[in-house]
């Protein structure tokens, strides 16, 4: 009896079996199917989200497997339920076993068969499993190629997301705190602000008070004792071709009025002005006027006047205490004594900026020889600006910096008009000095200054013409005396020069003047011949 129990039990786990194994082939073959459904969505996805592909996979994979696990559940659940359900016929089978002996034999064969054929399903599922797993390995490949990118590189660029995405976060976290600290930063600054000017006050007063000058403006200007009226005659010569000739070779206006005993040199450039006192002093002390001595005497002066500029030069830098600069600068110094801007001397100004500078810095703590230095020489750019259509800070920041200075000077002297943003404590000292000693009452004349400039753009206007050596403006601005090179423009020309000069000034809108100017034209040709001794 127990053998026929056994035999029956054994007899339903091998149906069972066979039909798992029916079942499985199935779904398999279903799954297979779901499994190419699915890669060709996934082939039109992974055309818009080859980022997205590696979690498809996974999730795909994932899917997979769930459905299996669900699968086998419910073949395991269904299995023992059919089981059970068996029991329960293999005890109603038992009572009747008596009954069923003579099947007996016939059921072993069919047992015998059905494990034969168990055994052949079970290699089948093993061969399908293998299909199976192949079929996947061919899908990953599959989708690597379409998606262009390994598992490796979608890991990667996964991992790049995630580093973008918490970077972003980091970035919103950084300016939270940067607002908050901003916040405070401006409490704390407003509170210090208010401390400073109080300070700022107190060391600008400290300045103006330990450097006090002398009133700096300059005349345009310069009277000269003559030891009697007979050398008036002389300095006017026959004709008036004297001071003809010494006009055009100084570019000033020599007055001789009814004054007694003096003559009156009017120029609005300092320098051309020095140069015609200096040769004037001399013709008169040698007492030889006529034009070619004047000619002489005119070049020699420009020569000691070249000398005098440099020895100015070295005495700015010399009473400030700087024995280091470059001898162009220097030279760019001494010039300065013959510059002046809205009537203030430039190079006295130039020296009230380095000692107020100075004074300044010692009183916040800075170095205080770098502020004089950047103070001296904040205006050099003007000692060239009428040669430069450039602003004189640029101008003078270049000249600072080819000549060698540090970069904190080149930055002071560019900065101290705010032709570029103050970086610096330095720029800030040297633009508040500059503005401190050009505040002060009496310091500079704006009308003198749009006057010179007037006079100035001028003289730039004829010199732009072809043919043009060199053009003086004089009477106070109402004549232009234009000179010109003899073999580059003939009579008939230099007529029609004349009319284009005065036309230019006519359509130069910003050049305003009262009544008219008078366009002179100088031609001059001069033969000189040597006779030797034989």
């Known amino acids: 009896m127990y053998i026929v129990v056994v035999i029956s039990v054994v007899g339903g786990i091998g149906l069972g079996w066979g039909l798992v194994t029916l079942f499985v082939r199935v779904k398999a073959k279903s799954l297979l199917n779901i499994a190419r459904e699915k890669l060709s969505r996934a082939e039109e996805e992974i055309r818009n989200k080859k980022r997205e592909a590696e979690g498809e996979i996974s999730r795909g994979r994932r899917e997979l497997e769930l459905e299996k696990k669900e699968e086998l559940h419910k073949l395991r659940t269904s299995f023992e339920k059919e089981t059970k359900e068996k029991s329960n016929e293999l005890h109603k089978l038992s009572k009747r076993l008596m009954v069923r002996e003579e099947s007996l034999e016939r059921q072993v064969v069919e047992i015998e068969k059905g494990k034969e054929k168990l055994t052949a399903e079970k290699q089948k599922l093993e061969k399908e499993k293998k299909e199976i797993k192949a079929l996947g390995v061919k899908q990953k490949e599959e989708l690597e190629r379409i998606a262009e990118m390994s598992t490796t590189e979608a890991k990667k660029e996964l991992l790049e997301s995630v580093k973008k995405e918490a970077e972003e976060e980091a970035a919103q976290i950084i300016q939270k705190v940067e607002r908050e600290a901003k916040e405070v930063i401006q409490k704390v600054e407003q509170e210090a602000k208010e401390t400073a000017d109080q300070k700022a006050r107190e060391i600008v007063a400290t300045a103006i008070q330990r450097c006090a000058v002398d009133e700096v403006t300059d005349a345009t200007v310069t009277t000269l ?80 006047v070249q000398r005098i500029v440099h020895q100015e030069g070295q005495r700015a830098a010399f009473d400030l205490g700087i024995s280091d600069f470059h001898s162009e600068l220097i030279d760019l110094l001494g010039r300065l004594k013959f510059r002046t801007s809205y009537g203030q001397n430039v190079l006295q100004h130039s020296k009230e900026v380095a000692n107020i500078a ?132 003939d009579d008939w020309e230099a007529e029609a020069l004349a009319r284009e000069i005065a036309q230019k000034i006519e359509e130069e809108k910003e050049l305003k003047y009262p009544g008219q100017i008078k366009i002179t034209i100088i031609r001059e040709l001069r033969f000189i011949d040597y006779a030797k001794h034989k």
């Open 225 to 304: 004792s003559l030891p009697d009226d007979e050398m008036k005659g002389r300095v006017i010569g026959k004709e008036g071709r004297n001071i003809k000739a010494f006009e055009a070779l100084t570019g000033v206006d020599l007055i001789v009025n009814d004054a007694p005993e003096t003559v009156t040199i009017s120029c609005f450039d300092p320098l051309r002005r020095k140069i015609a006192e200096m040769s004037l002093k001399r013709l008169i002390a040698d007492g030889r006027i006529q034009p070619a001595r004047i000619e002489e005497t005119v070049e020699k002066a420009k020569e000691d």
């Open 358 to 489: 100075g004074i300044m810095a010692s009183e916040i703590g800075t170095d205080s020889k770098m502020a004089k230095r950047a103070g001296l020489l904040h205006d050099i750019g003007k000692a060239v600006s009428q040669e430069s259509n450039g602003s004189h800070a640029i101008d003078g920041a270049e000249i600072a910096k080819r000549c060698g200075e540090s970069s904190e000077i080149v930055h002071a002297i560019a900065a101290h008009h705010e032709d570029e943003p103050i970086d610096t404590v330095l720029a800030s000292l040297i633009q508040a000095a500059d503005a401190v000693s050009a505040a002060r009452p009496g310091a500079r004349r704006e009308v003198l200054e749009k006057y010179l400039k007037r006079l100035e753009q001028m003289e730039g206007i004829a010199c732009s013409f072809r043919g043009v050596s060199k053009a003086y403006a004089v009477q106070a601005g109402r004549e232009l005396r234009v000179m010109v090179i003899p073999k580059e423009i």
